[in-house]
Every structure is written in C-alpha cells, then in structure tokens.
C-alpha cells in the first residue's frame, strides 16, 4: 500500500511540474528591418545592426535583403502584408541636399 501511494504522489508530482512555466531563460527577440538603396547605406544599416546588438545582447537584428527602391520596398511590403509577413522595421532615408 505505501508504494501505492509512493507511486502515486511520484505521478501526481511530475504531473505538475509538466504544467510549471519554464524558468528557463527567455528567448531572444528578432527584429526584422527592411530598407532600400543597399548602395548608399547597406553598410550603415549593418554598422547600426552590429552595434545594437553588442549593446542589446538580448536582441537579434534581422537585415533582411533590401530593395532597389523605395518603390519596390513599399510593393514588397504590400505583397507581404497579404499574408502576415511583414517587417518591424522599414527605413526610409530622406537626404536634404541645400546648397
């Protein structure tokens, strides 16, 4: 009888700690960033990313592939929109020339 019940507290215990919440550490956050002109500032957005990034450990920076054009970056945000997937992110870059 008493490993019955041995038996049965084991069951009732495992039970339970499959329901807990995980104190396992949390999972890190992606931000997904969408731009375009790569040619004029690609290498500014990976500088951006890679330096947020060893300052929020916690967060990974997704530079997805960028578009030719501002045009072309908002049409593929449009299409992606239909289905859910869009980005966190979109940059667009205005550049003031004054003379």
């Known amino acids: 009888m008493k490993n019955v019940s041995i038996l049965i507290l084991l069951a009732l215990l495992g039970l339970l700690l499959s329901h807990a919440p995980s104190i396992a550490a949390p999972a890190a956050t992606t931000i997904r960033v969408a731009y375009a002109y790569p040619g004029i500032v690609g290498n ?44 966190d992110v979109i940059l667009q870059v205005s550049i003031i020339f004054s003379s």
């Open 44 to 87: 500014l957005q990976k500088d951006l990313a890679a330096s947020f990034m060893i300052r929020h450990p916690e967060v990974h920076v997704e530079i997805q592939t960028p578009s030719e054009s501002y045009e072309t970056l908002i049409q593929s945000v449009l299409r992606r929109s239909l289905v859910g997937d869009v980005p």
